[in-house]
């Protein structure tokens, strides 16, 4: 693998077919503070433009945390009041927004602590696994705060309204096999192997007609109403640009041939 500067709050790895972004703040369990979520919107779109990458991991750079919240220490400086909330929303806003409308899938290996803006992170992903031991939760009431309308309606469309109130109304945290029977992760792996079920699946991913993947994401998140989703027309567009693409007539050409497709995007 190769990175960028080490001291970075998040390093970027390219694994061609697959692309990581770690969250490189161990010290405090990586909590998001503004520089990380713009350097994560740059890392994020690096990897979305490199064309050797398929399948985008997002992961802490240890197992002791995915991410720990927001980090707090900042807010009296950069959130003291309503308008520098505002401005300050608009950096995970947008890296929630370019999750949604990224072409590649995206997942997320949670480990550790998933907090507050890492469920954020997380439910802008479109696969999640976790360690069995994983800690979630959302603590905004606990700390005087509203959870960001965009968050709030990822989170009721991926886990319901009932769960949602209670998630959000407590602030309590729960364990990995909650978040997976309430529907917020896919899979539980124990944290040994954790690493090498999300690079199997990945790589699954990777082999998949990427033309057919980014339809795919584009028709759930308009489905599910998500800000900054396709429209209706640009979700029939790419149904039918997949239909004219060189990865559908290899497709039905390695069907018949009975081997693996080779799908180049095209």
Known sequence: MSGTDEKSPVLERREPPLGWILLNRPEVRNALDLRTWRQLAQS??????????????IRGVTAEAFVAGADISEFPRLRSNPEQAREYEKAPGRVVEALIRSAKPVIAMISGFCLGGGVQLALACDVKFAAR???????????????????????????????????????RQFDA?????????NRVFEPEVLEAETRNYALALARNAPLSIAAAKAAVAYACGLEGAADA???????WRSFDSQDYQEGVRAFLEKRAPNFVGK
């Open 44 to 57: 994020f779109a690096s990897l979305e433009a490199d064309p050797q990458i398929r399948v985008i991991i």
């Open 133 to 171: 031991k994983t800690r979630f939760g959302i603590p905004a009431a606990r700390l005087g705060l509203a959870y960001p309308p965009q968050a709030v309606r990822m989170l009721v469309t991926t886990v319901g309204a009932a769960h949602a109130r209670d998630i959000l109304l407590s602030g």
């Open 177 to 185: 096999d909650e978040a997976l029977a309430m529907g917020l992760i």
């Open 233 to 239: 027309a640009e979700v029939e567009n790419m149904m």
